[in-house]
């Protein structure tokens, strides 16, 4: 049973911070080297955020250059759903400054967590407000500074993610544009694989916690590699037949971008070829709830996305989150 939604994207913009650090870069700082990142994960590089920046500002970097791109006035957002596993901090919400610094005055808002499943989950719960004729305007927007919380020297996790942003604008769709249907689910056994021990309230900061290394990512790489490839594919495969479609019926396959082993093994299972696969993990690397809207600006920016197109996004995540959301381009 498809699940459609009457709510379309009708803008979308990607930002991520101008410092650049290269696998070269890296070379200094842990036991690594250049070759071993691009054949282990297809990254070159990654945008990383200065001291100071947080998720909130690379946020409202992105939606003020959608604002600006579809001419919206800030005053006539009316939600604001932010997906994020770094927020600026534990209250108030990432949602809140993002509304105050863009001047969203009549706007409501809140954050979204479940990692790299992030923006495909606010994207979803976004849409339903449209689809239910409660809200005309609302902004979805993915972002993480992954360097907040990264081990420098655990080059099994610190040469994978990077720092940026993406946002899109939803609005009311006619019949047979917008969100078609879309896919979730979460199998929370896989939580151990991928996870951040410290911070919470089970292991709140403390001297013994920080000396523990607790307050940053820890990965079993392996198990996350395997339940991605197997997941993408199976969440992609099931949207299409569900909605009568086929992989040639498919002009974009917009992935989550964690590893571009894990993006071509989905990628091969599913029977699609490069031309229709959005790949920019080599210079972005995994930015998380950001991998999503960047993908779609990215692809919009190279014209590789028009108005009818079936557009498909699959995403897994730490938890393990699983989306995927099936959408017909609409502008």
């Known amino acids: 049973m498809s699940h459609r939604i009457a709510a379309k994207i009708t803008g979308v913009a990607g930002y991520v911070p101008p410092k650049v650090l290269t696998n070269a870069d890296l070379e200094k700082m842990v036991d690594t080297n250049d070759e071993w990142i691009r054949t282990r994960t297809g990254i070159r590089e990654r945008h990383i955020a200065e001291p100071g920046v947080a998720s909130s500002h690379l946020a409202t970097e992105a939606a003020k250059a959608l604002l600006t791109q579809t001419k919206t006035d800030p005053e006539e957002i009316e939600l604001i759903v932010l997906a994020s596993v770094t927020p600026d901090m534990m209250f108030p919400a990432t949602a809140c400054l993002v509304q105050d610094r863009i001047g969203a005055k009549k706007a409501w808002g809140f954050d979204l967590s ?6 495909a989950y606010a994207l979803t719960v976004g849409a339903q407000f449209v689809g239910a004729g409660t809200h005309k305007k609302v902004l979805v927007i993915g972002s993480d500074k992954m360097s907040s919380i990264l081990d420098y020297t655990d080059r099994g996790t610190c040469v994978l993610f990077g720092d940026g942003a993406g946002a899109v604008l939803l609005e009311p769709a006619e019949t047979n544009e917008g969100i078609l249907d879309f896919e979730h689910d979460v199998d929370g056994s896989g939580g151990q694989y991928l996870y951040m021990p410290g911070s919470g309230s089970l292991n709140p900061p403390t001297h013994e916690t920080v000396e523990k290394n607790m307050h940053v990512v820890h990965q079993e790489g392996s198990q996350v590699f395997k339940y991605a490839v197997r997941r993408m594919a199976e969440m992609a495969v099931q949207l299409l037949e569900r909605n009568g479609f086929t992989k040639d019926d498919l002009a974009m396959l917009v992935p989550h ?23 920019n993990i080599d210079r972005f690397a995994n930015t998380t709830a950001g991998t999503i809207p960047l993908g779609l600006s990215d692809a919009v920016g190279q014209g590789r996305l028009h108005k009818g197109d079936l557009v498909l996004i699959v995403t897994v995540g730490a938890g393990f989150t699983s989306g995927a959301v099936l959408l017909r381009w609409a502008y």
Do not use: P, T, Y
């Open 257 to 279: 971008q964690a590893n571009l082993r894990i993006i071509r093994a989905a990628q091969e299972r599913l029977g699609v070829d490069d031309s229709k696969v959005i790949a």
């Open 114 to 119: 479940a990692a790299c499943s992030g923006f």
